[in-house]
């Protein structure tokens, strides 16, 4: 029964990690056998009344192999986010996904749940007297600490992620919002803001800040382009980094408070919000993308875990078809941007710093590896805005384009990388603001304003302020101090 399980859902978790070499393979192996010596457990001790095994294992055995099915062919990663767009999507999108070889699979599926069913019972009643109960008990206590100490081995893979899953799906987000005001009115021009959410890219990676690589060659010689160099946050992934950021929320407040909602602000002052995601949404920030008058969410079934997750520049589509100097608009573009793994996140055209990572497993790499397919994607989005500020600048718009990461990544500080932790580049995100030429001569003040600030230091706190203030926002507290147009 514990081969088959492996065979089955285990192992599917395990099928699309890239390589290379021994270590990293004997060390996934190991972390395979590990997590199914704990699944062991649950068996075990589910096997142990007759009544209960044959009600829950075909159930459990059938949510999990229909799981992994999808895991196996379109490398699909199961959390909170594939949950709610699995039970939240339409019928007929649904149905789409029922093709030849899964009515094949589900037939192998029954086949062998009859094979164990007809194998159980012939046997003896397993007693907790048994020496395996040991190992069993064992298992679940092993599973019981690592799931205190270090959740994301068991919340990232089969079968356990179908659970914890479905659990994020019902649970409700920290975060309280105040109500709105009435009153709340936005006495600006007609303005198009466009905020792009980044991911992981750190400050001191790009040529304007002094990166010794052109890491931008498309924006680091533009007109109207510059870089806010010391902007810092003490929120290092993004689950609570975006809240803090579409809030009025300061980086020193608790979330045990309500917050105004940004989104929510400008839907009431009769600004037109959009989202446009390729990020597959999670709980603590999804209230922004309900609160969106307009949402596209790109590839909502492949997760940054996937490795076939769609580029970011497929957002691009969705973008010109919303953008238009017709209106007051704040559309928001949330990129996978420069989350590991970093290969999933550009195309062979960006491959140009080399040799580039080969393996999911970090210390399988060389530091010059990961800095190198770091900087690659930070190429890509170079790209991505390149594109965006095109489009823009061919309709002759008023508008301001604010680029922000969520938070930085480390890089093999002091042995550290990625982010969620206390690294002090994790904690200076790259900023960027671009405007148009009418921006610029409908705003001459506040345009010339931005040149003088690009070596101040500023939280994420800015983006709520500043935008609300950008609209002439009235009926809601600004903190001018926050706003970068009045620094």
């Known amino acids: 029964m514990n081969i088959i399980f492996l065979i089955f859902i285990t192992f599917s978790t395990f099928y699309h990690i890239p390589l290379s070499g021994l270590q990293d393979r004997f060390s996934y192996l190991g972390l395979l056998v590990f997590l199914q010596f704990t699944i062991f457990g649950f068996l075990y001790f589910l096997s142990l009344n007759r009544l209960i095994f044959y009600l829950f294992f075909p159930i459990l055995f059938l949510i999990g192999s229909i799981s992994s099915f999808f895991v196996y062919t379109q490398d699909i990663v199961i959390n909170e986010g594939v949950v709610r767009a699995t039970l939240e999507t339409k019928s007929d999108?649904?149905?789409?996904?029922?093709?030849?070889?899964?009515?094949?699979?589900?037939?192998v599926?029954?086949?062998?749940?009859?094979?164990?069913?007809?194998?159980?019972?012939?046997?003896?009643?397993?007693?907790?007297?048994?020496?395996?109960?040991?190992?069993?008990?064992?298992?679940?206590?092993?599973?019981?600490?690592?799931?205190?100490?270090?959740?994301?081995?068991?919340?990232?893979?089969?079968?356990?992620?179908?659970?914890?899953?479905?659990?994020?799906?019902?649970?409700?987000?920290?975060?309280?919002?105040?109500k709105i005001n009435n009153s709340v009115i936005s006495k600006s021009d007609t303005l198009q803001v466009v905020f792009v959410i980044g991911e992981s890219l750190r400050s001191d990676h790009l040529p304007m800040n002094g990166y010794y690589r052109n890491t931008m060659p498309h924006l680091s010689?533009?007109?109207?382009?510059?870089?806010?160099?010391?902007?810092?946050?003490?929120?290092?992934?993004?689950?609570?980094?975006?809240?803090?950021?579409?809030?009025?929320?300061?980086?020193?407040?608790?979330?045990?408070?309500?917050?105004?909602?940004?989104?929510?602000?400008?839907?009431?002052?009769?600004?037109?919000?959009?989202?446009?995601?390729n990020q597959t949404p999670e709980i603590s920030y999804l209230p922004f993308i309900k609160f969106s008058k307009f949402r596209k969410l790109i590839d909502p079934y492949h997760s940054e875990f996937s490795f076939h997750k769609k580029l970011d520049d497929h957002m691009l589509k969705p973008f010109y078809k919303y953008f238009s100097k017709q209106e007051k608009q704040f559309?928001?573009?949330?990129?996978m941007g420069s989350h590991w793994y970093y290969e999933n996140r550009y195309s062979e055209n960006f491959r140009k710093f080399k040799p580039t990572i080969h393996s999911k497993y970090v210390k399988?790499?060389?530091?010059?590896?990961?800095?190198?397919?770091?900087?690659?994607?930070?190429?890509?989005?170079?790209?991505?805005?390149?594109?965006?500020?095109?489009?823009?600048?061919?309709?002759?718009?008023?508008?301001?384009?604010?680029?922000?990461?969520?938070?930085?990544?480390?890089?093999?500080?002091n042995g550290n990388w990625l982010h969620a932790q206390e690294s002090e580049s994790i904690k200076n995100p790259a900023a960027i603001i671009w405007f148009s030429e009418k921006f610029?001569?409908?705003?001459?003040?506040k345009a010339l304003k931005i040149a003088s600030i690009e070596n101040?230091?500023?939280?994420?706190?800015?983006?709520?302020?500043?935008?609300?203030?950008?609209?002439?926002?009235?009926?809601?507290a600004i903190d001018p101090k926050e706003n970068i147009f009045e620094k």
Do not use: C
Request: hydrophobic share 40%; net charge positive; proline share 3%.
């Open 221 to 277: 010689t533009r007109k109207n382009v510059f870089s806010l160099k010391k902007v810092y946050t003490n929120k290092t992934y993004t689950a609570i980094s975006i809240p803090q950021i579409l809030t009025n929320q300061s980086i020193t407040d608790s979330v045990g408070h309500k917050f105004y909602s940004l989104i929510d602000v400008l839907n009431s002052a009769k600004i037109n919000t959009y989202w446009i995601g």
């Open 109 to 178: 599926l029954f086949v062998f749940i009859f094979f164990i069913l007809k194998k159980y019972q012939s046997l003896e009643n397993n007693f907790l007297k048994s020496p395996i109960t040991i190992f069993a008990t064992l298992s679940l206590i092993i599973f019981v600490v690592v799931s205190y100490k270090k959740p994301s081995i068991f919340s990232n893979r089969l079968p356990y992620n179908v659970y914890y899953g479905i659990k994020e799906y019902y649970k409700k987000p920290d975060l309280e919002f105040l």
């Open 364 to 413: 399988a790499n060389s530091n010059q590896e990961m800095i190198n397919s770091y900087d690659n994607t930070i190429l890509f989005l170079d790209y991505f805005l390149e594109n965006i500020i095109r489009n823009i600048e061919k309709q002759n718009t008023n508008t301001l384009l604010i680029y922000l990461s969520d938070h930085g990544e480390a890089l093999g500080e």
């Open 456 to 476: 101040k230091k500023m939280t994420t706190d800015f983006l709520y302020h500043t935008v609300l203030g950008l609209f002439d926002v009235k009926g809601v």
């Open 93 to 107: 999108v649904v149905s789409d996904l029922i093709s030849l070889p899964f009515i094949v699979y589900l037939v």
């Open 331 to 335: 559309i928001t573009l949330h990129m």
């Open 440 to 445: 610029y001569q409908n705003n001459k003040e």
